[in-house]
């Protein structure tokens, strides 16, 4: 999340937490003022209390039917989230403004009972509006100053009362600096959770992208644990084994009858990279092939080993493809030894021994006999043989036979 696209949801947030917790206080603002004017119309005048007392309920119904119309209609961007956090700081400054003025309007001059009434009910007021405005700074703020300032100067102004004034004036002091260590905490909550939610975002998608790089591989993938227990693998894994996904998951590889593949395995498991290469005889099918191995050791958030990764190709065409080569070049250079012997020999027998052995180490076999079949006498006449020297128990047999046809 780049830096304006941050701003815009932490914004967003504080206007979330202001509409929410608004809410609440805003109807408490309206019963205090219930309380105030009931209490206070003793000792004011009832033109004073209804005009302060209407002020109070007119800027509190504004303020909660805009709080309801942004509730119904979210919005992210920032130039949204600013313009209502405007709107909402100016609802704020309103009733803060309005009660300030009862600290005015609505002490009595004489009657001290009354007197501290209002005192007790703005401080409190002011204490709540410090925990339900705290999500925006300037909004806790503002009305802290409009709602305490004006009592503060009616106190000071009065010899009488001027302690009381300056004790008004600390309390408001002490609150704005609480408010700016609430809102401190609170915008890092707010940063935090934004954050985490950004890397549960991160980690889900890359997720979503390991499975799909596993399920849609080329090559063979299984995970295992330290009990060379398969817990996972992919399609094609399982296709190579000519197996399925369920059939080998929860196999303990330490049961496999071909064992050649462990080694590599374990070395894993050890921390090193295990590699194999070569035939593989699957245990629970058919599957008679060549292949390509390497595991990885696979560990956890603190470092620690809990099984390994295994990457499996098949190479059997691969394989196949090279014994073909390998076949073809053997008869390639026997034809080429067998064609200089033609060309070098001119004793005929000595040409026969030559072929002879030449065809029988490109095929690598024991014997090899070359007859003249005659027709006419209905014979097959020997006339060179060949036996592999490093088989000396096997005995010669080039002679004449009949043809039994």
């Not at 399920?215 to 190579?240: M, Q, R, W």
Request: some cysteine.
């Amino acid at each position: 999340m780049n830096r304006p696209d941050k701003n815009a949801a932490i914004q967003s947030k504080q206007v979330q937490r202001l509409l929410a917790e608004s809410k609440i206080s805003i109807i408490t603002s309206v019963l205090l003022a219930t309380v105030v004017a009931l209490m206070q119309r003793e000792v004011i005048a009832a033109s004073t209390l209804f005009v302060w007392y209407g002020l109070i309920v007119l800027v509190s119904f504004v303020r909660l039917a805009l709080i309801r119309t942004y509730q119904r209609a979210p919005q992210d961007d920032l130039s949204a989230a600013q313009t209502r956090l405007y709107k909402l700081r100016v609802g704020v400054l309103v009733a803060g403004v309005v009660w300030g003025s009862a600290g005015y309007f609505l002490y009595p001059a004489t009657d001290q009972q009354h007197q501290q009434f209002l005192i007790f009910i703005l401080v409190g007021l002011t204490a709540g509006g410090v925990v339900s405005n705290s999500a925006d700074l300037l909004s806790a703020v503002v009305f802290s100053i409009t709602a305490l300032a004006p009592l503060s100067i009616r106190l000071l102004s009065d010899e009488a009362t001027m302690a009381m004034g300056a004790g008004a004036v600390l309390y408001l002091g002490f609150l704005l600096m609480l408010l700016r260590s609430i809102n401190k905490s609170m915008v890092e909550n707010i940063t935090l959770h934004l954050d985490s939610v950004e890397r549960e975002l991160v980690i889900k998608e890359g997720k979503e992208r390991y499975r799909l790089l596993l399920e849609h591989s080329p090559v063979g993938i299984f995970h295992y644990d330290t009990k060379l227990v398969i817990t996972y693998c992919n399609n094609k894994f399982a296709e190579i084994l000519k197996n399925s996904p369920e059939g080998l998951i929860g196999l303990d590889m330490k049961l496999l009858k071909d064992r050649i593949v462990l080694p590599a395995l374990n070395k894993a498991l050890q921390g090193e990279t295990g590699h194999y290469e070569g035939q593989y005889r699957a245990t629970f099918s058919d599957a008679d092939l060549w292949i390509e191995m390497t595991c990885a050791s696979s560990c956890d958030e603190n470092g620690r080993i809990v099984g390994g990764v295994g990457i499996v190709q098949d190479t059997t065409a691969r394989q196949q493809m090279k014994g073909a080569l390998r076949q073809q070049l053997v008869f390639s250079n026997a034809l080429n030894k067998i064609a200089k012997t033609v060309v070098e020999q001119h004793v005929p027998a000595l040409i026969l021994e030559e072929t002879i052995q030449v065809v029988s180490e490109a095929l690598d076999t024991d014997r090899a006999l070359i007859y003249d079949v005659d027709f006419d006498q209905r014979l097959l006449i020997g006339l060179c043989e060949w036996l592999n020297p490093s088989h000396p128990e096997i005995s010669p047999t080039k002679a004449t036979y009949p043809i039994d046809i």
